[in-house]
């Protein structure tokens, strides 16, 4: 598993967590150091929290008949598709979103969560990589954290 983040601690993190290749994206081009990890081949699969700023290194760092799975937009929403590089690739973009489903599609997908994902939760097989847990009162400094970026994992705040 291949993954990018923008600090060594970050990495090492992933590290720790069962990645193989490791690219700080702030220092490398990371559809260089894919290819150059995997011998060329590329991506087989790219989770995409980043959307339009990243769509054409991402077809780039896509293996032949791969797929990339678009779940975010921090970098925008509207870019220019390369639709030669794709079909080069015979790459497949999907993109999804939790608040554009109606409320019984929600309901199957929760419902698919409990009984697929929190058992393996209980069982320890998959576990939520925290930040910290802070009070209600104090969601200023988790929004500094958030927006500082300081942080590797989820940032909890609880009511309390």
Same mark, same amino acid.
Do not use: F, S, W
């Given at each position: 598993m291949a993954v990018t983040a923008g600090t060594r601690e970050k990495l090492d &993190?992933? &590290?720790? %967590?069962?990645a193989d290749i490791m690219i700080n994206y702030r220092e490398d081009d990371f559809v260089e150091r894919l290819r150059? &990890?995997?011998?060329g081949h590329? &991506?087989?699969v790219i989770l995409d929290i980043i959307g339009a700023?990243?769509?054409s290194k991402n077809i780039a760092a896509l293996a032949p008949d791969g797929r990339i799975a678009?779940?975010?937009? +921090? +970098?925008g929403r509207r870019a220019e598709l390369d639709?030669?590089?794709l079909m080069a690739k015979r790459g497949t973009i999907t993109s999804t979103t939790l608040r554009a489903r109606p409320a019984e599609q929600k309901a199957a997908i929760v419902a698919a969560v409990a009984a697929n994902v929190w058992p %393996?939760?209980?069982k320890g097989i998959i576990?939520?990589?925290?930040?910290?847990e802070l009070p209600m009162s104090q969601a200023e400094e988790a929004h500094r954290i958030m927006t500082a970026s300081s942080h590797t994992g989820k940032i909890l705040l609880r009511t309390d």
């Open positions: &993190a992933c &590290a720790k %967590l069962g150059e &990890a995997t011998g590329g &991506a087989d700023g990243y769509l678009n779940i975010g937009m +921090q +970098q639709l030669g590089a %393996l939760v209980d576990r939520p990589v925290i930040h910290c």
